[in-house]
């Protein structure tokens, strides 16, 4: 089994806008809402390549329920901690014109500290029967920095692959926790590391950086591909991976999410290391062909899978 936790829960709205500009009224051509939070967004995709997922974390109000019953329109299991709060709400505006997109994106709710230490409970339940668990996103308001660092201790005697992918100071402190994976895109990376990448070199530095930081194994996804930095045995093996750019980009909101599910679906299947950035780069780019963080066909997926391209490299390049 699969967990994935997400701790800010949204309610996503996409809004195709042609023409897009501030200070105007629009009409959007589409609209489209879905349950969201990186956690939901990956456990959509890891439902859709046919993994066992449940996902967990945090609603709250009306927004809460319709995170709950879009979840259970899509078959995806979920087992959340109910709050007094309400769950925020995300809005993305693409523009199909420029491919532009502009996110709006609320903090999220108070909660209190014993709606953590519920969360805190349910993840040390869920964790017990877990392969992989799977920490992901922002943190609501009034929920320690430290909560990701916390939850890696306290289940980390489950003995399951621990994944994070957030950011900022949560991502900071649960480096030090010492997950099995750590995810962050490219500028999240430059913000964890201290200082902007020019070239591949600076990435296969970072990512050593970051092993250094807690973590004992980590990718640093990118626009097309991504590097990433494997711990085998007493070995450290280093990869460049990349995929063809595809003419045609609906939105690449969630393509994060679903790289990220895709590399770990393969890992779940105990595919080799490069087999597993593949198909994660396949899940990502399957993503940017449909609207919605997580969407993604899985036919596609598998056809994309030629046209990823996987390059080891020096541990010291």
Known sequence: MIITVTPNAAVDKTLTVPNFE??????????????????????????????????????????????????QRENILNDFVHIAGESRTSTAVVDPTTMKQTEVVEYGPV???????????????????????????????????????????????????????????????????RPNLVAPNLREAEDLVGHEFHDDHDLVDATRIVCEMGARNSIIKTRHGCVARFQVGRKQRVFRASVVRLEHVVSTVGSGDAFLAGFVSARFRKLDLAECLRYGLAAGAA????????????????????SAEVEELSPGS
């Open 22 to 71: 501030t200070g105007f009224r629009h009409r959007a051509s589409e609209s489209l809402t879905l349950p969201g939070g990186k956690g939901v967004n990956i456990a959509r995709a890891l439902k859709t390549l046919g993994e066992p997922v449940v996902a967990t974390g945090l609603v709250g109000g009306r927004a809460g329920q319709l995170i709950v019953e879009g979840l």
């Open 287 to 306: 993503n940017t062909q449909r609207y919605g963080a997580g969407v993604l066909d899985a036919a596609l997926a598998d056809e994309l899978l030629e």
């Open 111 to 177: 909660v209190t500290e014993d709606e953590t230490a519920a969360l805190l409970d349910k993840i040390d339940y869920l964790a017990r029967g877990a392969r992989f668990i799977i920490l992901a996103g922002s943190l609501p308001r009034k929920v320690s920095e430290d909560f990701y660092a916390t939850v890696l201790g306290r289940i980390r005697r489950h003995r399951c692959f621990m994944a994070l992918d957030s950011a900022g100071e949560p991502l900071r402190r649960g480096v030090r926790g």
